[in-house]
């Protein structure tokens, strides 16, 4: 829209405040080239977590998935092998 000292017009303005009162996660992970383009700037040593990440909401659904069905007691097998990280309080 412009250069960075344009103002930005209302309709524009208008629009984003809209959208970002909107809680939760996006109906959608994204298209399938753009999730390739992410996992592509992943780094080694987390590829293996995004994997688990794209295999565990394909049970729920997209990100936003999870707010749906609430608190589940299931966890992808990669982040269950790990030591508990902090307790629920």
């Known amino acids: 829209m412009g250069t960075p000292v344009d103002p930005v ?3 524009v303005m208008d629009a984003l405040r809209a959208a970002a009162d909107w809680p ?3 109906a959608t992970h994204g298209t399938p080239r753009l999730r390739e383009a ?3 700037g992943v780094p080694d040593q987390w590829k293996d ?8 909401f394909e049970d729920l659904g997209s990100p936003g998935g ?16 790990l030591p508990p990280q902090a307790e629920e309080g």
């Open 9 to 11: 017009p209302g309709a």
């Open 24 to 26: 939760g996660y996006p």
């Open 38 to 40: 992410a996992a592509g």
């Open 49 to 56: 977590f995004y994997k688990a990440n794209v295999e565990f």
């Open 66 to 81: 999870a707010s749906k069905v609430g608190k589940i007691n299931k966890d992808h097998a990669i982040v269950a092998a």
